[in-house]
T-cell receptor, first 114, second 112 residues
Framework: EAQVTQNPRYLITVTGKKLTVTCSQN?????MSWYRQDPGLGLRQIYY???????DKGDVPEGYKVSRKEKRNFPLILESPSPNQTSLYFC?????????????FGPGTRLTVL | QKEVEQNSGPLSVPEGAIASLNCTYS??????FFWYRQYSGKSPELIMS????GDKEDGRFTAQLNKASQYVSLLIRDSQPSDSATYLC????????????FGAGTRLFVKA
């Protein structure tokens, strides 16, 4: 089944404890992206990647790191999480070609930072 | 700051009516426009994409784009209770990239 998977789905952690949220897609997509969704603010892009080893900042990259060492994986790293990073996180992938035509979203990761 | 704005709603329409959802964007150079639907507790899914001025129809959905007015809309004909969701407008500010800006979304309720 073609899909984007994220792990973990739910995470409660404490301020300053490094964490990684994994994202994997099995559709051989070129493009991958991370978003956070907060009430009243909608989806905001954190980082995106247009290919292996090619990443760029979205609108809210502060406090996050990403890497794209393999085409299928795009982990999101929070080196020192803070309470303002409590949010619902979505990973998405797209086949490429015409810009962002059809982004496929993962199921989401709900993160709480205490 | 490039922005995409939507009325947060909720927009309430009776079953069978036309629901009209609107979106404005600030970057005049924007090239690609998308409507996503998000059910409560679920991830967004693409409904429509539109790139040229005018209308694009797909089943009960019609996307309308007016680049001169920096305005994109989504019409849902014969609205059904299953259409009740949040509708997200998304804009790709320039060609060749993957940067995407989403609006905050409009909540739609279709009353049976």
């Amino acid at each position: 089944e073609a899909q984007v998977t994220q792990n973990p789905r739910y995470l409660i952690t404490v301020t300053g404890k490094k964490l990684t949220v994994t994202c994997s897609q099995n559709m051989n997509h070129e493009y991958m992206s991370w978003y956070r969704q907060d009430p009243g603010l909608g989806l905001r892009q954190i980082y995106y990647s247009m290919n292996v080893e090619v990443t760029d900042k979205g609108d809210v990259p502060e406090g996050y790191k990403v890497s794209r060492k393999e085409k299928r994986n795009f982990p999101l790293i929070l080196e020192s999480p803070s309470p303002n990073q409590t949010s619902l996180y979505f990973c998405a992938s797209s086949p490429g070609g015409r810009s962002t035509d059809t982004q496929y979203f993962g199921p989401g990761t709900r993160l709480t930072v205490l | 700051q490039k922005e995409v704005e939507q009325n947060s709603g909720p927009l309430s329409v009776p079953e069978g009516a036309i629901a009209s959802l609107n979106c404005t964007y600030s970057d005049r150079g924007s090239q690609s426009f998308f409507w996503y639907r998000q059910y409560s507790g679920k991830s967004p899914e693409l409904i429509m994409s539109i790139y040229s001025n005018g209308d694009k129809e797909d089943g009960r959905f019609t996307a309308q784009l007016n680049k001169a007015s920096q305005y994109v809309s989504l019409l849902i004909r014969d609205s059904q209770p299953s259409d009740s969701a949040t509708y997200l407008c998304a804009v790709n500010p320039y060609t060749g990239g993957f940067k995407t800006i989403f609006g905050a979304g409009t909540r739609l309720f279709v009353k049976a």
